[in-house]
């Protein structure tokens, strides 16, 4: 499945954004999405994740009650809908998919084999 993140701007603190990764090639339909982001001169980390035939949400705690994770009904799109956003927010923010995943790894960006291209997303304080 090939992705395709987008939806990221620059924002002030406190506003809201909402990122989209589109599927081609297939549907999400198997697969566990999960969303990364890398910030200036840091490792890329773990934001939150769900499988799309599922209810089971895995959200970082930097960013739980402010960001939620979400899905169409066709199973080709992703959202990830940031609110409260803080200048510490400001980071490349990536989609990945793979049907592989299981919850002890839903967390790793190894367990990950697709990934799409990244949006960047930049808050002003």
């Known amino acids: 499945v090939q992705l395709q993140a987008s939806g990221g701007g620059l924002v002030q603190a406190g506003d809201s954004l909402r990122l989209s990764c589109v599927a081609s090639g297939r549907t999400f339909r198997s697969y566990t999405v999960g969303w990364f982001r890398q910030a200036p001169g840091k490792e890329r980390e773990f934001v939150a994740a769900?499988?799309?035939?599922?209810?089971?949400?895995t959200i970082a705690e930097s960013v739980k009650g402010r960001f939620t994770i979400s899905r169409d009904n066709a199973k080709t799109t992703a959202y990830l809908q940031m609110s409260s956003l803080r200048p510490e927010d400001t980071a490349v923010y990536y989609c990945?998919?793979?049907?592989?995943?299981?919850?002890?790894?839903?967390?790793?960006?190894?367990?990950?084999?697709?990934w799409g291209q990244g949006t960047q997303v930049t808050v002003s304080s």
């Open positions: 990945a998919a793979s049907s592989t995943v299981i919850r002890s790894n839903v967390r790793s960006q190894t367990a990950y084999a697709n």
């Open positions: 769900f499988k799309f035939n599922g209810d089971a949400t």
